[in-house]
């Protein structure tokens, strides 16, 4: 007291008067704009084919730095990746998004749709991040191959003095460790006996005998480029005129499960025979 004598010189000790402080701030790990990405194989994200991104930072300041390590799920080692592979926060950057780019593989499988996951592992000396666990987020990858085959042109014309004509199978998709065959004959009795199909090897020769009906044998090294059919007619000495007959095609894989088998009916080709009765 500043009275010399006051009676308050006789209170005994005070009391204490207990703060509890309730933080505002979490530690956590966040991304935007979410936790699942999608990837296209061909578009494009800053000119690279097939990229999609998102950002991660922290939700509070550390005391220590933290570091977040980012891996791609075992299953999509191969067709996806993350760049970079490491990313580190401190008090000056922790509330600065950093950015994670991820990427597919651009091949020509018809794979579907394919989902994995980049997983993030935080660790650090600060004991409130340490303690997180981590986390995910989901990449859903989008195929833009589609399995077919593509038969051009749809229209010939052979005669029987001698002219022939081919066309082209080629499939719109790579094999996946598999041989797909597409078989090639001539529809209908009427066709029979008067059309020849054969099948023509890489260096432009006919390489099996003609026949009502060939079969063309597409690998991963021959589906783009495709193999060719030689269509031609039987020489004969009856004069028809004008005949037009039709050559249809069917599919099947050597590999069970493949994309192939969801492909529908394969066009025909229109084939019009000259029948010129040669004296």
Request: overall charge negative.
């Amino acid at each position: 007291s500043s009275k010399a004598g006051s009676a308050f010189e006789s209170v005994g000790s005070l009391p204490s008067v207990n703060v509890t402080v309730v933080d505002d701030d979490s530690a956590s790990v966040l991304v935007s704009p979410s936790y699942q990405v999608t990837v296209t194989e061909g578009a494009s994200v800053g000119n690279v084919s097939g990229t999609s991104e998102y950002w991660v930072h922290l939700s509070s300041e550390p005391v220590w730095p933290v570091t977040v390590d980012l891996s791609v799920s075992a299953g999509g080692a191969g067709d996806l990746w993350v760049v970079p592979s490491q990313l580190v926060f401190n008090s000056s950057t922790w509330m600065v998004g950093q950015r994670v780019t991820v990427s597919v593989v651009e091949d020509f499988f018809d794979e579907g749709v394919e989902h994995w996951n980049v997983t993030h592992v935080v660790s650090s000396a600060d004991p409130v991040y340490a303690s997180l666990s981590s986390f995910e987020v989901d990449v859903t990858v989008l195929d833009d191959d589609v399995a077919g085959v593509e038969i051009s042109p749809l229209f010939v014309t052979v005669s029987e003095s001698g002219s022939v004509a081919r066309y082209s199978v080629r499939l719109t998709a790579s094999p996946e460790e598999e041989v797909v065959s597409v078989r090639a004959s001539v529809s209908g009795g009427a066709g029979e006996g008067e059309v020849l199909l054969s099948v023509v090897g890489a260096d432009g020769n006919v390489s099996s005998s003609g026949g009502w009906d060939a079969v063309v044998n597409l690998t991963s090294s021959t589906w783009s480029t495709g193999v060719e059919v030689e269509v031609s007619a039987v020489d004969d000495a009856v004069s028809e005129g004008l005949m037009s007959y039709e050559v249809s095609h069917w599919l099947w894989s050597s590999k069970a499960g493949s994309a192939f088998e969801s492909v529908g009916s394969l066009p025909s080709v229109n084939v019009t025979d000259r029948h010129i009765h040669r004296r």
